[in-house]
């Protein structure tokens, strides 16, 4: 009997040019002496994907186009497609590095990992792709508990390969579902929902996922955005995941990086986005915390609360909005407009 494709390697894209041919290229070289089924998701592009495909010479198991719905939604289409053993999400403008697929699979073999993951490294993606300089971070901390995996980790969505019957488990268990409003922050709608439940995880030293920098357009470009989406995933998370002893976990780590994304918001941003992010805060993981601030936070957390302690360091310490912002008041507006009228 065919047990199917080692791995399938999905790959979401939205108007994208011919700098794909990087991702592909290192694909092809990382799949070497595996059994890799590629699966392309065209998002809608305005230029249909297949036409760059053909002129890179460059042919997917898989071409499935759709109408646009976001990056969320390309992956679940993606995923629903899959007939690998193993699933990794790889955008169209990242690579992974000759050894990683097969780096991270015998590793799985070995432990009976649901998920594996590795350092990460960088690049500019010009001129031949033999001439790429691959530069690598400082090396990851190995988590092996899921909710720190997940929540603390949050590994590039290129970084984890999935046992696919463990992710589609995920999704079909989701605690919340899927949203347009998580499409800038895809990977941590599967995080969160993945953060509260057992799984068996496993970190290979060496930087073999890479992102890829280039001059084009970037969901990262824009920090507000990833904010708003991440604080519609944690809201989501608060008011979906019950307080129970299996979750307690995941729910007081969700807090708490709710708590210490509030304290680095820069001086004078929305005061609307700051409330919704302290009472995710309050909700899960109320009240002093080492993981919340060192020494001096913790002393001066004695006398006044963690809460003001926080309004204190910030008004210290942080920088105005004007030095940092990258979008207008109105469309930081008209995003949170569209969070939940509720927030937990």
């Not at 699979?105 to 009976?112: K, R, Y």
Request: hydrophobic share 40%.
């Amino acid at each position: 009997m065919n047990p199917g494709p080692d791995l399938s390697v999905i790959i979401p894209i939205y108007n994208r040019d011919e700098i794909i041919r990087y991702t592909f290229e290192s694909v092809r070289r990382a799949s070497a002496g595996l059994n890799v089924e590629t699966i392309v998701v065209d998002d809608g592009s305005a230029s249909p994907v297949a036409d760059i495909l053909d002129r890179l010479g460059y042919a997917p198991t898989i071409l499935h186009r759709q109408e646009n719905r976001g990056l969320l939604f390309a992956r679940l289409a993606g995923l629903e497609r899959a007939s690998g053993r193993h699933v990794l999400f790889l955008d169209s403008d990242d690579l992974v590095s000759p050894e990683k697929l097969r780096f991270q699979l015998a590793a799985m073999a070995a432990t009976g990992a649901d998920v594996s993951t590795s350092d990460v490294a960088r690049c500019v993606l010009e001129g031949d792709y033999d001439s790429l300089r691959i530069v690598a971070d400082a090396p990851s901390k190995a988590f092996t508990e899921s909710a720190s995996f997940y929540i603390l980790g949050q590994p590039p969505p290129h970084g984890p390969i999935f046992r696919t019957e463990y992710l589609r488990s995920i999704v079909q268990g989701a605690f919340f579902p899927p949203s347009a409003l998580y499409n800038s922050v895809a990977e941590i709608w599967f995080y969160y929902n993945a953060a509260p439940r057992p799984a068996r995880t496993v970190h290979i030293p060496g930087p073999h996922t890479i992102v890829g920098g280039h001059p084009g357009a970037r969901l990262t470009n824009n920090w507000e955005r990833l904010g708003i989406a991440s604080l519609a995933v944690m809201e989501a998370f608060a008011r979906s995941v019950p307080a129970a002893p299996e979750t307690a976990e995941a729910r007081r780590l969700t807090g708490e990086v709710a708590f210490r994304a509030w304290r680095r918001l820069p001086r004078g941003f929305s005061p609307e986005f700051a409330e919704r992010e302290l009472a995710v805060w309050r909700k899960l993981a109320p009240g002093y915390s080492p993981a919340l601030g060192g020494g001096l936070f913790k002393t001066i957390s004695r006398g006044i609360g963690p809460e003001g302690a926080g309004r204190l360091f910030k008004r210290i310490q942080n920088g105005p909005y004007a030095g940092c912002r990258t979008m207008t008041d109105n469309d930081v507006a008209q995003l949170l407009a569209q969070l939940d009228t509720q927030s937990v």
